[in-house]
């Protein structure tokens, strides 16, 4: 029987309490201690019976764990992974894995220095939806891709702003909190994205950020793509609300977020019904296309990423998301928050 590994979480916000019941649950490793100023933070490490330490360098004076999760606010991240490489512990930093690209650079370039192991918190690319997605497309029973869209459109309430008032500033909006989720996806369907163009609204909120944006985007393989995404539409054309992946969503059967359309056939995510023509059949609007829906099972992404981060932990597995990986991320989203402000189209390639 292999001993569970000692896991610490800095950050005990939503996030981080997510991965720590996760951490309770697992047979792979166990909660070490929690890293938090927050008084709050005490009351919970009581509860859970471990302990609690203000910041790092007083985790580091009294242990050294197996790995750590941050999940602390994005302008501690670097700062945070930087001090967990210089002490020679693999760590998982929740996206997006910097506050700027300067950091994030510093981030990754101490990272490939050290050959230590870093994985971003891009959950997604843990699904078995997404897995499977990606082993259609490279089958290439879709043919050429050609283009794709996708939609992030749902109703944030009134109270998510309220419990946290900087949701509602530059930084808050759903394009640096939601997109770069979309965007990790969209690179895994469809390759590397060399240009982004894009408009956004605050029309409804009245917010000083966004709360709705309509995005193209120029992926380097010669495909387009548009993107729709919005936090005040009465929609559930959301990955949350149709992957049926987090109960806390409600679902909604039978509907996708994204479709993927190549010169073969087409498939529609997350539900992955493909659609082809056959064989034996003319390519052609007129033509009607067969329908098979790819079998895949429904799992909790955040559950298999710490599998895997333990795994990571061990030697066992290399990163499935770098450090550089979530750097790609950010500065695709950043890009498509400065051709918004500019009006113009900012290439990434």
Same mark, same amino acid.
């Given at each position: 029987?292999?001993?569970?590994?000692?896991?610490?979480?800095?950050?005990?916000?939503?996030?981080?309490?997510?991965?720590?019941?996760?951490? =309770?649950?697992?047979?792979?490793?166990?909660?070490?201690?929690?890293?938090?100023?927050?008084?709050?933070?005490?009351?919970? @490490?009581?509860?859970?019976?471990?302990? =609690?330490?203000?910041?790092?360098?007083?985790?580091?004076?009294?242990?050294?764990?197996?790995?750590?999760?941050?999940?602390?606010?994005?302008?501690?991240?670097?700062?945070?992974?930087?001090?967990?490489?210089?002490?020679?512990?693999?760590?998982?930093?929740?996206?997006?894995? @910097?506050?700027?690209?300067?950091?994030?650079?510093?981030?990754?370039?101490?990272?490939?220095?050290?050959?230590?192991?870093?994985?971003?918190?891009?959950?997604?690319?843990?699904?078995?939806?997404?897995?499977?997605?990606?082993?259609?497309?490279?089958?290439?029973?879709?043919?050429?891709?050609?283009?794709?869209?996708?939609?992030?459109?749902?109703?944030?309430?009134?109270?998510?702003?309220?419990?946290?008032?900087?949701?509602?500033?530059?930084?808050?909006?759903?394009?640096?909190?939601?997109?770069i989720h979309e965007i990790a996806n969209l690179r895994a369907f469809c390759g590397e994205i060399a240009a982004v163009q894009a408009f956004t609204s605050n029309e409804i909120r009245k917010h000083p950020v966004e709360d709705t944006a309509s995005i193209s985007l120029l992926?380097?393989?010669?495909?387009?793509?548009?993107?729709?995404?919005?936090?005040?539409?009465?929609?559930?054309?959301?990955?949350?609300?149709?992957? =049926?992946?987090?109960?806390?969503?409600?679902?909604?059967?039978?509907?996708?977020?994204?479709?993927?359309?190549?010169?073969?056939?087409?498939?529609?995510?997350?539900?992955?019904?493909?659609?082809?023509?056959?064989?034996?059949?003319?390519?052609?609007?007129?033509?009607?296309?067969?329908?098979?829906?790819?079998?895949?099972?429904?799992?909790?992404?955040?559950?298999?990423?710490?599998?895997?981060?333990?795994?990571?932990?061990?030697?066992?597995a290399k990163p499935l998301v770098t450090a550089r990986d979530g750097l790609r991320n950010l500065r695709i989203v950043e890009a498509i928050v400065e051709a918004a402000r500019s009006g113009r189209t900012v290439r990434v390639l």
């Open positions: 029987m292999t001993t569970p590994l000692k896991i610490v979480v800095i950050g005990a916000g939503a996030i981080g309490r997510a991965h720590i019941d996760l951490i =309770r649950r697992s047979t792979e490793c166990t909660l070490a201690a929690i890293v938090d100023p927050a008084p709050k933070a005490d009351d919970l @490490a009581q509860n859970l019976g471990v302990p =609690r330490y203000c910041d790092l360098d007083a985790l580091f004076a009294d242990q050294m764990p197996d790995g750590a999760i941050i999940a602390s606010p994005n302008r501690l991240h670097v700062e945070q992974g930087l001090a967990f490489i210089a002490a020679g512990i693999p760590c998982l930093i929740e996206k997006p894995v @910097a506050h700027d690209l300067v950091s994030g650079e510093r981030l990754c370039a101490a990272a490939e220095r050290s050959g230590h192991a870093i994985l971003v918190g891009h959950h997604r690319l843990h699904s078995p939806i997404v897995a499977e997605a990606r082993k259609v497309i490279a089958s290439g029973a879709l043919g050429t891709i050609v283009a794709v869209m996708g939609s992030a459109l749902f109703y944030k309430p009134d109270t998510y702003f309220a419990e946290a008032p900087w949701r509602r500033e530059p930084g808050g909006g759903p394009i640096l909190t939601n997109m992926f380097a393989s010669g495909a387009l793509g548009t993107f729709l995404l919005s936090d005040t539409a009465a929609s559930s054309l959301s990955w949350e609300q149709t992957s =049926r992946e987090d109960p806390v969503f409600a679902h909604d059967p039978g509907k996708d977020c994204c479709v993927i359309s190549g010169t073969k056939g087409s498939l529609s995510i997350p539900s992955l019904r493909l659609r082809t023509f056959a064989i034996s059949t003319e390519r052609s609007w007129r033509t009607a296309l067969d329908e098979h829906i790819a079998a895949s099972e429904r799992a909790d992404p955040l559950e298999r990423q710490l599998a895997h981060f333990c795994a990571v932990v061990r030697g066992r």
